[in-house]
């Protein structure tokens, strides 16, 4: 049974920076994608950021140079880099393990083994 913990999460003020960890246990990372989305109060679930299965980090426009994915396939773990927070970026942060093996995709349904997500909050 794979499972996924997010940590990371807080109360931040916007221009702040953040740093999210997501460990999986129960299945290595390698060969796999690993992706991050987040929900807003009220709002659907949309994509923030993927580590491909090759490793290549791919962004949703609206943090594109301002966030940073990564992974340490040693720790069997992915992080998010959040530097510039703005409050548009206030939700729970979820991280998903892709359902196939060397198949990327950003469309939710693509990934399965959800965290329980981490609440980032950032204030004006």
């Known amino acids: 049974q794979v499972q996924l913990v997010e940590s990371g999460g807080g109360l931040v003020q916007a221009g702040g920076s953040l740093k999210l960890s997501c460990a999986a246990s129960g299945r290595t990372i390698n060969n796999y994608a690993l992706a991050w989305f987040r929900q807003a109060p009220g709002k659907e679930r949309e994509f923030v950021a993927i580590?491909?299965?090759?490793?290549?980090?791919w962004y949703a426009d609206s943090v594109r140079g301002r966030f940073n994915i990564s992974r340490d396939e040693s720790k069997n773990t992915v992080y998010l880099q959040m530097n510039s927070l703005k409050p548009d970026d206030t939700a729970v942060y979820y991280c998903?393990?892709?359902?196939?093996?060397?198949?990327?995709?950003?469309?939710?349904?693509?990934?399965?083994?959800w965290g329980q997500g981490t609440q980032v909050t950032v204030s004006s």
């Open positions: 998903g393990l892709a359902l196939r093996a060397k198949y990327d995709s950003l469309s939710e349904s693509a990934f399965g083994s």
């Open positions: 580590s491909t299965w090759k490793r290549e980090a």
